[in-house]
Structures are given as structure tokens and as C-alpha cells.
């Protein structure tokens, strides 16, 4: 069912975007394949396995530090900043010398979105209706772990992988016993991330196979490239919410014979992405008005948009499954040994990275490396912790039932030099 007339394009996509700076081989003598796998969903252009021009394997089992030599890792699409006062960016010897100081950082960045492109494109070769939600996950989680060499806190999952259907935006990942299917109705947000040393990979797309919500889609995929085009060093944070509101809501889509205008999800944002701090301080908006608070030199973004077909605002809602340790967290003296031990395994486990309810429940505690242990009867200890501040429940995001909401994401880096779509790919 997914669209093998976008072949061609997606091949012609790739020679443009190697001519804009995307990254080739490592040189590691592997035998480069020629991709060939055709996705089973739409919302994603070009092959499932496009990783194998790298030498990798099908479906990928070499970690990304192997497959790519250090200082080698492809290199995201290379954009430049907006605005003439940026114009002596590309060519200044000062801007190139302090871009050569964060080379080693770029290139743990990169290798992170290496891993993250290469997780995502073996999910997208088994996503299809059927497939229950926590097997999706599991199995995206443990490829996740093998090609990033999961090692506790220094490399491993950014955060929990959503897989929010329809109505639900955001922050949804099946808890113990959900046995949620895919069916072919559904339109899924697949939300995950990928760390090395605290540099977070924040990167989503949309699933669907239904082709009448292809316009949510595009609309919601349009509006990410222009919030990526917008996005630079000295650019306040609100012409990028307009210009994106702008695009998105220029669609609209007809979904069993109604019409509906697709509508930007107002209390919903894109964010600037710290060392183990995913929501790092800086919003950026997806629609009109807000802060004009400038983005700059040096900070990587989250550029992400949400698209609805229904009031275009969420609300919490349904069970929590995503928890995160606050990065400025209080010390509070605890009184429960439960919770006392809670905390020092979500410490010692994910720090400040978030984390879901499947992870505490999984042998390991959530880390093969740390090996905490299954963590048993945590609940209460888990309430104690969220109402002492220290941790913070992240419930699903919920637009109107019945209604569809969609998002797509990147990790942009706003170098000295360029802006670089880190986490960009063939796919999308």
C-alpha cells in the first residue's frame, strides 16, 4: 500500500540533499546494497532499508560506532541561517574556527542521529495494522539499545517511544498490560529519541494507511520544513510560530465525505533540547503570537508541529505512562523506604531523562547496563515522588475524541557556521 511511485523521487531527493551536505559512508570498507524495501504504511518516502548503502546489515545489526569511523558520522542537512546579518556566517574564518572546537560534540550528535534514522527505518519496515503497540515498541526499544551500545546514562533511549493514535497527540506509550492493535483506521504519532552523552535525538513522524488523511499529513509535514526554514541564530520565537500557523492551517482535508480545516494545536510546541534536559527552557510556538525571545548561536532545537482536524487544543487525559525526573529537582526528605528506593533507581537509571512504567517493569529496571531490577509495587512510591516535586507525570495529550491529530519532528543544531537538520533522512 505505500507509495512505490515515490521511488524515483525519494532517489532524486537523496543525490539533492548529499549536494546540500548529508553525509556519506564512514569508510569502513563494508560492501554498500542498494535499498530496496518499500514501506508498508505511508506518511514516509523512499526504502526501509536505505541503510544499507552504508554497508550495514538487513535488517541492522552493527552499531553505528562500527558502521562509521569517530569524526565520520553523516552529517545532517545543512541549511543557512535566515536573514542578511547572518550572510557572513558561511565564510567567516572566526565562525569556522569555533565550529571546529565542537566537532567531537557534533559528531556524538550526529551518531545519535545516525542511530535514531536507522532505528526508525527498521520500524517503518514492521509497522503495519495488526501489530500490537507494546511489541512495536519493545521491538523499536531493544534496535535502539543495540545500534546506539546502550551504556546506562552515557548512551541509550532519549525517552519512552509514543505511538499516540488519532485523538491523542502526544505522550502515550502503552503501559503493562495495554494490548492496544494498530488497526488501519488509525493515524500514529511514532515519537522516540536516542542519546549519547546527554545530546538528545528528538525526531517524530506520522503513520497512517488510510490515504484519505493524507492531507493532515502533508499539512502537518509542510508546516515542520517551514518551521526548520524559519528557524535560525537571532530569529525570534514567534515569527516562527506565524509562518508555521501560516502554512499548516492553508490545508484542509476531507475525511468520509467532510471537510475539515487542519488547525495547528495551539497549546502545543517545539523546544530548545539541553544535555539530559529534553524541554530545555525556550518554546517555540506553532502558532501567531507568544514570546519574541531570540533562538541562539550554539542551542539545538526540537522543531515539531501538531496538526488536528478537530479544536486544535489538547488536554490531559487517560492513564500516565511518561514520568520524568524535574531537572532542578527539590531535595526532599522522604519518608518512605519505597519511595527511597524509587529514587535511587530513577537516579542511577535515567537521571533526568524521561522514562515510562514498561521500563521500571522489564528485568533490568530500564537499562540492561545499570541493571537495576524489575522494580515491584512502585506505584505508590511513584505517586510519592510526583507529589513531592521530584518527579513529574506527563498524562496523554488529547485533542476532542473523534477527531485526528498528526506531527512531524526534527533536531536542528544552530551552529556557528549553518543550521544542520540533524536528524533529517530519506524518509522525511
Given at each position: 500500500?505505500?507509495?512505490?511511485g515515490?521511488?524515483?523521487?525519494?532517489?532524486k531527493?537523496?543525490?539533492k540533499?548529499?549536494?546540500?551536505?548529508?553525509?556519506?559512508?564512514?569508510?569502513?570498507?563494508?560492501?554498500?546494497?542498494?535499498?530496496?524495501?518499500?514501506?508498508?504504511?505511508?506518511?514516509?518516502?523512499?526504502?526501509?532499508?536505505?541503510?544499507?548503502?552504508?554497508?550495514?546489515?538487513?535488517?541492522?545489526t552493527?552499531?553505528?560506532?562500527?558502521?562509521?569511523e569517530?569524526g565520520?558520522?553523516?552529517?545532517?542537512?545543512?541549511?543557512?541561517?535566515?536573514?542578511e546579518?547572518?550572510?557572513?556566517?558561511?565564510t567567516?574564518?572566526?565562525?569556522r574556527?569555533?565550529?571546529?572546537?565542537?566537532?567531537?560534540?557534533?559528531?556524538?550528535?550526529?551518531?545519535?542521529?545516525?542511530?535514531?534514522?536507522?532505528?526508525?527505518?527498521?520500524?517503518?519496515?514492521?509497522?503495519?495494522p495488526g501489530?500490537?503497540?507494546s511489541?512495536?515498541?519493545e521491538?523499536?526499544?531493544?534496535?535502539?539499545?543495540?545500534?546506539?551500545?546502550?551504556?546506562?546514562?552515557?548512551?541509550?533511549?532519549?525517552?519512552?517511544?509514543?505511538?499516540?493514535?488519532?485523538?491523542?497527540?502526544?505522550?502515550?506509550?502503552?503501559?503493562?498490560?495495554?494490548?492496544?492493535?494498530?488497526?488501519?483506521?488509525?493515524?500514529m504519532?511514532?515519537?522516540?529519541?536516542?542519546?549519547?552523552?546527554?545530546?538528545?535525538?528528538?525526531?517524530a513522524?506520522?503513520?497512517?494507511?488510510?490515504?484519505?488523511y493524507?492531507?493532515?499529513?502533508?499539512?502537518?509535514?509542510?508546516?515542520t520544513?517551514?518551521?526548520?526554514?524559519?528557524a535560525?541564530?537571532?530569529?525570534?520565537?514567534n515569527?516562527?510560530?506565524?509562518?508555521?500557523?501560516?502554512?499548516?492551517?492553508?490545508y484542509?482535508?476531507?475525511?468520509?465525505?467532510?471537510?475539515?480545516?487542519?488547525?495547528?494545536?495551539?497549546?502545543?510546541?517545539g523546544?530548545?533540547?539541553?544535555?539530559?534536559?529534553i524541554?530545555?527552557?525556550?518554546?517555540?510556538?506553532?502558532?501567531?503570537?507568544?514570546?519574541?525571545t531570540?533562538?541562539?548561536?550554539?542551542e539545538?532545537?526540537?522543531?515539531?508541529?501538531?496538526g488536528?482536524?478537530g479544536?486544535g487544543?489538547?488536554?490531559?487525559?487517560?492513564e500516565?505512562?511518561?514520568?520524568?525526573?524535574?531537572?532542578d529537582a527539590?531535595?526532599?526528605?522522604?519518608?518512605?523506604?519505597?519511595s527511597?528506593?524509587?529514587?535511587?533507581?530513577?537516579?542511577?537509571?535515567?537521571?533526568?531523562l524521561?522514562?515510562?512504567?514498561?521500563?521500571?517493569?522489564?528485568?533490568?529496571?530500564?537499562?540492561?547496563?545499570?541493571?537495576?531490577?524489575?522494580?515491584?509495587?512502585?506505584?505508590?512510591?511513584?505517586?510519592?515522588?510526583?507529589?513531592?516535586g521530584?518527579?513529574?507525570?506527563?498524562?496523554?495529550?488529547?485533542?476532542?475524541?473523534?477527531?485526528?491529530?498528526?506531527?512531524?519532528?526534527?533536531?536542528?543544531?544552530?551552529?556557528?557556521?549553518?543550521?544542520?537538520?540533524?536528524?533529517?533522512?530519506?524518509?522525511?
Open positions: 500500500a505505500a507509495a512505490e515515490d521511488d524515483g523521487a525519494a532517489k531527493k537523496r543525490k540533499k548529499k549536494k546540500k551536505g548529508k553525509g556519506g559512508g564512514g569508510g569502513n570498507g563494508r560492501t554498500a546494497g542498494d535499498p530496496s524495501k518499500v514501506p508498508p504504511h505511508l506518511g514516509v518516502t523512499g526504502f526501509t532499508d536505505d541503510y544499507v548503502r552504508y554497508g550495514q546489515t538487513e535488517p541492522p552493527i552499531p553505528i560506532a562500527e558502521l562509521f569517530a565520520k558520522m553523516p552529517i545532517g542537512e545543512i541549511q543557512e541561517h535566515p536573514g546579518h547572518n550572510a557572513f556566517r558561511t567567516s574564518e572566526e565562525k574556527a569555533q565550529d571546529n572546537i565542537s566537532f567531537e560534540e557534533y559528531d556524538n550528535i550526529r551518531q545519535a542521529a545516525e542511530c535514531h534514522r536507522q532505528v526508525r527505518r527498521y520500524a517503518q519496515s514492521f509497522i503495519e501489530i500490537k503497540l511489541e512495536m515498541c521491538r523499536l526499544e531493544e534496535k535502539n539499545r543495540e545500534l546506539v551500545q546502550e551504556a546506562g546514562l552515557g548512551r541509550g533511549i532519549g525517552f519512552p517511544t509514543g505511538c499516540s493514535l488519532n485523538h491523542v497527540a502526544a505522550h502515550y506509550t502503552p503501559n503493562p498490560g495495554d494490548d492496544t492493535v494498530l488497526s488501519y483506521g488509525d493515524v504519532k511514532v515519537d522516540f529519541g536516542t542519546q549519547i552523552n546527554g545530546r538528545i535525538i528528538d525526531c513522524w506520522t503513520v497512517y494507511f488510510d490515504p484519505q493524507e492531507n493532515l499529513v502533508k499539512a502537518v509535514q509542510d508546516a520544513d517551514t518551521g526548520i526554514r524559519c535560525g541564530i537571532d530569529v525570534p520565537l515569527e516562527i510560530g506565524e509562518q508555521i500557523q501560516e502554512t499548516m492551517e492553508s484542509e482535508v476531507e475525511i468520509d465525505g467532510t471537510t475539515y480545516p487542519v488547525k495547528a494545536i495551539s497549546n502545543l510546541n523546544h530548545s533540547i539541553g544535555p539530559y534536559q524541554h530545555a527552557g525556550k518554546s517555540v510556538p506553532i502558532v501567531a503570537g507568544g514570546d519574541s531570540r533562538m541562539e548561536e550554539g539545538m532545537y526540537a522543531i515539531e508541529t501538531f488536528s482536524t479544536r487544543f489538547v488536554h490531559e487525559d487517560l500516565c505512562s511518561h514520568y520524568m525526573k524535574n531537572f527539590p531535595h526532599v526528605p522522604l519518608r518512605s523506604a519505597r527511597k528506593k524509587l529514587l535511587a533507581h530513577i537516579n542511577k537509571t535515567f537521571d533526568t524521561a522514562f515510562c512504567r514498561r521500563w521500571l517493569e522489564r528485568p533490568d529496571g530500564g537499562s540492561p547496563t545499570v541493571n537495576g531490577g524489575k522494580q515491584e509495587k512502585y506505584l505508590g512510591a511513584l505517586k510519592n515522588l510526583c507529589d513531592a521530584i518527579v513529574t507525570p506527563y498524562p496523554p495529550l488529547c485533542d476532542q475524541r473523534g477527531c485526528y491529530t498528526a506531527q512531524y519532528e526534527h533536531t536542528i543544531l544552530l551552529r556557528p557556521t549553518c543550521k544542520e537538520v540533524v536528524s533529517r533522512g530519506t524518509d522525511y
